[in-house]
C-alpha cells in the first residue's frame, strides 16, 4: 500500500510559477512509476507528465512541453511537478498518482491516488 500527499498548489497568476509536490509512504517508492493527473470542472482527468522509476524517461502532455518539468527524489520519496509559464487553462486540481510497473507510461493503470492539490492560475 502506498499513501500519496501532495503540497504546493495554489493561486498564481498567469506567466507565474509552482512546484507542486508529493510525498509517498512505502519503503517501495523507488520501484513505482509517478505521474501527475488534472481535472478541471466538467471535465474528465488528463495525464499532465509522469516518470519512471529511475527518473530516467519521462512524459508530457503536448500543451504543458517545454512549461512544466517532472522530477523525483527517490531518497525522498517525493516526486515533484515544476510549472512555469502558466496558463488559465491550466487551472484544475493535480493528482498525483503511483503505479507498479516502474514504467511510468501515461497510459498505464495507476494503482495509487492523493486526494489533489487545487491550482488556479488568474489571467
Known amino acids: 500500500q502506498v499513501q500519496l500527499v501532495e503540497s504546493g498548489g495554489g493561486l498564481v497568476q498567469a506567466g507565474g510559477s509552482l512546484r507542486l509536490s508529493c510525498a509517498a509512504s512505502?519503503?517501495?517508492?523507488?520501484?513505482?512509476?509517478m505521474g501527475w493527473f488534472r481535472q478541471a470542472p466538467g471535465k474528465e482527468r488528463e495525464f499532465v507528465a509522469t516518470?519512471?522509476?529511475?527518473?530516467?524517461?519521462?512524459y508530457y502532455r503536448g500543451s504543458v512541453k517545454g512549461r512544466f518539468t517532472i522530477s523525483r527524489d527517490n531518497a525522498k520519496n517525493t516526486v515533484y511537478l515544476q510549472m512555469n509559464s502558466l496558463k488559465p487553462e491550466d487551472t484544475a486540481v493535480y493528482y498525483c498518482a503511483a503505479e507498479k510497473t516502474g514504467r511510468g507510461a501515461p497510459s498505464i493503470e495507476y494503482d495509487y491516488w492523493g486526494q489533489g492539490a487545487q491550482v488556479t492560475v488568474s489571467s
Open positions: 512505502g519503503r517501495t517508492f523507488s520501484s513505482y512509476g
Open positions: 516518470i519512471n522509476w529511475s527518473g530516467g524517461t519521462t
